[in-house]
Nanobody, 116 residues
């Protein structure tokens, strides 16, 4: 079955960096467009970044554009999110997402806290 597992979260000071990873199994990763979402306390889950199946096309939320980079390693079935210049408002649980013809798959999430 489809499995997604996020890792790499933690606590970092404003201006710092973190790299999130999502290891996957149970589907053909190199034929899957993928995404990262986040959910801050008392807020709805929001799209952070998406990447095409080949990894050549990406899209970002305006709030993270220029600071975050999504990437896809089709040889390792792994999705990554490099987060630089982190801000307190980036604090959230980050989720890896796979959408297969409208069926959504999610990992359990990894918590990112940006605080001094």
């Amino acid at each position: 079955q489809v499995q997604l597992e996020e890792s790499g979260g933690g606590t970092v000071q404003p201006g710092g960096s973190l790299r999130l990873a999502c290891t996957t199994s149970g589907f053909t990763f190199n034929r899957a467009a993928m995404g990262w979402y986040r959910q801050a306390p008392e807020k709805e889950r929001e799209l952070v970044a998406r990447i095409s199946m080949s990894g050549t096309t990406t899209a970002y939320a305006d709030s993270v554009k220029g600071r975050f980079t999504i990437s896809k390693d089709n040889a390792k079935n792994t999705l990554a999110l490099q987060m630089d210049s982190l801000k307190p408002e980036d604090t959230a649980v980050y989720y890896c997402n796979y959408n297969y013809y409208g069926m959504e798959y999610w990992g359990k999430g990894t918590l990112v806290t940006v605080s001094s």
